[in-house]
Every structure is written in C-alpha cells, then in structure tokens.
Nanobody, 118 residues
Framework: VQLVESGGGLVQPGGSLRLSCAVS????????ITWYRQAPGKERESVAT????????TYADSVRGRFSISRDNAKSTAYLQMNSLKPEDTAVYYC????????????WGQGTQVTVSS
C-alpha cells in the first residue's frame, strides 16, 4: 500500500499549488480521501475531504473558497488545488485514505512540504 504526495514547494503569498496523492495497493474508489496539514508546533488538522464517488466535498473554514479537492478514480489519484495561498498555509500536507467497515482501514502518505513566503 502506498500513498505518495507530490506538488509541494515554495510559493509566494497569493500564489497557487496543486498537490497530488497517488495511490497504489488498494481499491482507490472504496476509500474516502482527506487532506490534512501540520504546521510546526501545531496539531495536524483536516483541510478537505472528498467522498468515494467524488461527491460534495467538505472544507475547513480556513481554506473554504481557496482550496479545492478532487479525485480521479480511474487514475487512483486525489488532488488539492490551493489558490490565494497565505503564509499561514505553510505546513506539511498529508493525504489520508479511509474505508469505513469491519475492520476500518486507514492509510497515510508521507507528506509534502508547502511553504508560503515572500
């Protein structure tokens, strides 16, 4: 099982990045995908979630209107489009895959660094 995030980097305030989460080793469309982030000295927080069928996503208040989560089940990949980035968006971004059930399954990626700075 692998979740590999990519697309992070250094960007100026107001800029954009698109993160990808490429999945292998399990049936992607059976899993809910959530992007999390963790800034230095802070707890990991949920940023955005997409359902298994790519239905209506949910967002943290801090990113709503600026970030957009999507998924391509044919490519087993989830995305996080981040626009109007702010310095407070600086964090390591992780993707998590969860499948409710018995037993529930949860997998994490290794994270990708996003730094917003001028």
């Amino acid at each position: 099982v692998q979740l590999v995030e990519s697309g992070g980097g250094l960007v100026q305030p107001g800029g954009s990045l698109r993160l990808s989460c490429a999945v292998s080793g399990f049936t992607f469309n059976s899993f809910v995908i959530t992007w999390y982030r963790q800034a230095p000295g802070k707890e990991r927080e949920s940023v955005a979630t997409t359902t298994r069928a790519g239905g209506t996503p949910t967002y943290a208040d801090s990113v709503r209107g600026r970030f957009s989560i999507s998924r391509d089940n044919a490519k087993s990949t989830a995305y996080l489009q981040m626009n109007s980035l702010k310095p407070e968006d600086t964090a390591v971004y992780y993707c998590r895959a969860t499948r409710p059930g018995s037993p529930p399954l949860t997998y994490w990626g290794q994270g990708t660094q996003v730094t917003v700075s001028s």
